[in-house]
T-cell receptor
Framework: AAGVIQSPRHLIKEKRETATLKCYPIPRHDTVYWYQQGPGQDPQFLISFYEKMQSDKGSIPDRFSAQQFSDYHSELNMSSLELGDSALYFC????????????FGEGSWLTVV | AQTVTQSQPEMSVQEAETVTLSCTYDTSENNYYLFWYKQPPSRQMILVIRQEAYKQQNATENRFSVNFQKAAKSFSLKISDSQLGDTAMYFCAFMKHVAQGAQKLVFGQGTRLTINP
């Protein structure tokens, strides 16, 4: 079965640089989520999109932005990177019905040096 | 706001034993969903089991089962006949019943489970 696809899987950036993560949800899933998991932490919700519109927002820094495109893929843009942004970034998707299971991608490792 | 608490940071058992991971949550909602996710060393987040709050029957998936106590707001995971491949971080997660597209998971702190040969 198709899964959530994230790219790149690993990314190394310097402080103050910009990074873009991409996510391709499971086919026919129209809700996309972004989570950030720091070292030794549980995943923290950043933002979600439903039908290409932002549906909910969590602890996403102002330096970060995201959008969902017409083909339902999503991109997370991170600017002015800080050392503390080093984390595993998960994209996840689910069908629209409330309570449906959220399926996660394998994550994108971002290291800021 | 909803909170999820996993009071056992680490657990360790021998292969083939049964182990129970604890999870409590706090919510004023009546309709919600509970999940256990497994995160092995590869760091992938894998769904283990889910429970709808309106269902009294405890969910089971092969060797994995839950003990859902709605009044006590408790949602423990039991792993029977544990296997080396069960070694992972286990996260309990809560999802409330909300508008379309606005649902999200709130995670507990995780329990690191080690299965010893």
């Amino acid at each position: 079965a198709a899964g959530v696809i994230q790219s790149p899987r690993h990314l190394i950036k310097e402080k103050r640089e910009t990074a873009t993560l991409k996510c391709y949800p499971i086919p026919r899933h129209d809700t996309v989520y972004w989570y950030q998991q720091g070292p030794g932490q549980d995943p923290q919700f950043l933002i979600s999109f439903y039908e290409k519109m932002q549906s909910d927002k969590g602890s996403i820094p102002d330096r970060f932005s995201a959008q969902q495109f017409s083909d339902y893929h999503s991109e997370l843009n991170m600017s002015s990177l800080e050392l503390g942004d080093s984390a595993l970034y998960f994209c996840a998707s689910s069908p629209v019905q409330s309570g449906n299971t959220i399926y996660f991608g394998e994550g994108s490792w971002l290291t800021v040096v | 706001a909803q909170t999820v608490t996993q009071s056992q940071p680490e657990m360790s058992v021998q292969e083939a034993e049964t182990v129970t991971l604890s999870c409590t949550y706090d919510t004023s909602e009546n309709n919600y969903y509970l999940f256990w996710y497994k995160q092995p060393p590869s760091r992938q987040m894998i769904l283990v089991i889910r429970q709808e709050a309106y269902k009294q029957q405890n969910a089971t998936e092969n060797r994995f089962s839950v003990n859902f106590q709605k009044a006590a707001k408790s949602f423990s995971l039991k792993i029977s006949d544990s296997q080396l491949g069960d070694t992972a971080m286990y996260f309990c997660a809560f999802m409330k019943h909300v508008a379309q597209g606005a649902q999200k998971l709130v995670f507990g702190q995780g329990t690191r489970l080690t299965i010893n040969p």
